[in-house]
């Protein structure tokens, strides 16, 4: 059981949008930055989104991130192909002083 | 851009130890922290612990605490993770990342290795 809860699984088909939500609780997600992931079969994960919502250079300003209280969104606009891969969110636990991932969510492209 | 290179894969026997090894390939860990996540086959990412060498802190996910020590050789840029008292469970992919500070964003990932342990 992973400490932030993201849906197995979501889809849509190409050129459209999607969101991926991850929640959690006021020692984590409440408290500090959330991060995104993505995953590509095969390889190690890449960091797409940081502080919430900020993108490292490099990443496309199809894909974005926001933060409401327990819960954080990763959006991604324009879907291609070549977005399908596991997308993670993470954070900082404060009350465990441990990091924490969520379970993943596979992304299909129909 | 800085990597993060891995030592090779690992086949160990179960009740032994493994030391897994990430270089920076250029600068150092300084002004960053560094953690050890694992992956076995079809799973999710797992945090296992990090470390924050400016700052001398490290801590440990409580699944592994007493079994993994996490340690930085700054006069290198190689950060080291020895995880012992091995099963089969712990067979899976070991990745370092450099994360940083503030956000705890994982900026830079090594590229894994695999930990296979079989009697």
């Known amino acids: 059981q992973s400490v932030l809860t993201q849906p197995p699984s979501v889809s849509a088909a190409s050129g459209q949008k999607v969101t991926i939500s991850c929640s959690g609780s006021s020692s984590n997600i409440g408290k500090n930055y959330v991060s995104w992931y993505q995953q590509l079969p095969g390889t190690a994960p890449k960091l797409l989104i940081y502080?919430?919502?900020r993108r490292p250079s490099g990443i496309p300003d199809r894909f974005s991130g926001s933060k409401s209280g327990t819960s954080a969104t990763l959006g991604i606009t324009g879907l291609q192909p070549g977005d399908e891969a596991d997308y993670y969110c993470g954070t900082w636990d404060s009350s465990l002083s441990v990091g924490v991932f969520g379970g993943g969510t596979k992304l299909t492209v129909l | 851009q800085v990597q993060l290179v891995q030592s090779g894969a690992e086949v160990k026997k179960p009740g032994s130890s493994v030391k897994v090894s990430c270089k920076a390939s250029?600068?150092?860990?300084?002004?960053?922290?560094i953690s050890w996540v694992r992956q076995a086959s079809g799973q999710g990412l797992e945090w296992m612990g990090g470390t924050i060498p400016i700052y001398r802190t490290t801590n440990y996910a409580q699944k592994f605490q007493g079994r993994v020590s996490i340690t930085t050789d700054e006069s290198t840029s190689t950060a080291y993770m020895v995880l012992s008292s091995l099963r089969s469970e712990d067979t899976a992919i070991y990745f370092c990342a450099r994360v940083l500070i503030v956000s705890f964003g994982f900026d830079v990932w090594g590229l894994g290795t695999t930990v296979i342990v079989s009697s």
């Open positions: 250029r600068g150092t860990f300084s002004n960053f922290g």
């Open positions: 502080d919430n919502n």
